[in-house]
């Protein structure tokens, strides 16, 4: 197949590009700068110039595919609710582009789309409509493309992901850590993050596409839930620096705008996405990337 990947000098993306490649596959990369275009022409990759910012650039983009990875997203928090709304109208785009074929478009979303109840492992098979994060909307429009266009649309949810470079939201942790001299996690840090290796999460985007349902989720968790103060344990064992339990009250004056964020609880299962795509996540656990962070 010849693949459009948004995304694809990416931390994710850049990770999918050689499988895809090696399985025999084309991969159309999205480049924005003259150096994305480059190191996607160095790693063998064919370059469609565009910009999430311009829609029409993702449509042509997936006019010219087999099948469709959208891993490419904005990641300014500051303006969290906007950059979800640039993704409803990405995915749009290139729902008109696939519009009534069989080509495959994966769209990522947040493995927290599927928790049944607080507290309860998130699952393949649960999509919470009233989720207050506005990350769902990445998944209400890929049900509302594949309604109305009849796009043949998949889902994959994404955990914390992490290698020692990168770790999702705990890449901002170490940051702050940095910043006040300290790790934190509040109160008995018995809240949870579910995590995956980006090896482990670049395979199973490759299954996705090439053996993905119509309509299903597959969630790239290899680790069901990480709680907080083993993170934070680990995270001062690697840094260096003292490790403190905070209050409610004092989560905004430590963690800023993470303070949502450090409180979630986020424990999601693979078992479905395991069993449907013979996925096996074999890569090191968050807490070994924790403890041998790359500076």
């Given at each position: 197949m010849r693949v459009f990947l948004t995304g694809a000098t990416g931390f994710i993306g850049s990770h999918i590009?050689?499988?895809?490649?090696?399985?025999?596959?084309?991969?159309?990369?999205?480049?924005?700068?003259?150096?994305?275009?480059?190191?996607?022409?160095?790693?063998?990759?064919?370059?469609?110039?565009?910009?999430?910012?311009?829609?029409?650039?993702?449509?042509?983009g997936a006019e010219r595919a087999d099948a469709v990875i959208?891993?490419?997203?904005?990641?300014?928090?500051?303006?969290?609710?906007?950059?979800?709304?640039?993704?409803?109208?990405?995915?749009?785009?290139?729902?008109?582009a696939l519009a009534g074929s069989a080509r495959p478009l994966v769209i990522t979303s947040g493995v927290g789309m599927g928790s049944p109840r607080p507290g309860e492992l998130a699952r393949e098979d649960v999509f919470d409509t009233a989720?207050?994060?506005?990350?769902?909307i990445s998944e209400e429009t890929g049900v509302a493309v594949a309604a109305a266009r009849g796009v043949n649309v998949s889902y994959v949810r994404l955990p914390q992901v992490h290698d020692r470079r990168k770790q999702g939201l705990i890449t901002s942790l170490v940051e702050i850590a940095r910043a006040k001299g300290r790790v934190a996690y509040l109160g008995e840090g018995n809240n949870r993050f579910s995590a995956a290796h980006v090896t482990d999460v670049a395979r199973l985007y490759k299954l996705a596409v090439e053996r993905g349902e119509p309509g299903a989720r597959y969630h790239a968790v290899a680790e069901e839930g990480v709680p907080m103060r083993e993170v934070a344990a680990a995270l001062g064992r690697s840094l260096r620096?003292?490790?403190?339990?905070?209050?409610?009250?004092?989560?905004?004056?430590?963690?800023?705008?993470?303070?949502?964020?450090?409180?979630?609880?986020?424990?999601?299962?693979?078992?479905?996405?395991?069993?449907?795509?013979g996925w096996k996540p074999v890569g090191p656990g968050l807490i070994a990337d924790l403890e041998n962070l790359e500076t």
């Open positions: 590009v050689p499988l895809l490649l090696e399985a025999g596959h084309q991969v159309l990369g999205l480049a924005r700068s003259d150096t994305g275009a480059k190191q996607l022409a160095a790693a063998g990759a064919e370059v469609h110039r565009g910009d999430l910012a311009d829609p029409s650039t993702l449509r042509s959208h891993c490419a997203f904005d990641h300014d928090f500051s303006r969290f609710v906007d950059n979800c709304q640039k993704d409803r109208r990405n995915i749009e785009a290139m729902g008109e989720h207050p994060n506005p990350r769902k620096l003292p490790v403190a339990s905070l209050s409610p009250d004092e989560a905004a004056g430590y963690f800023g705008w993470m303070a949502t964020f450090a409180a979630f609880d986020l424990p999601a299962s693979s078992a479905l996405t395991q069993k449907k795509l």
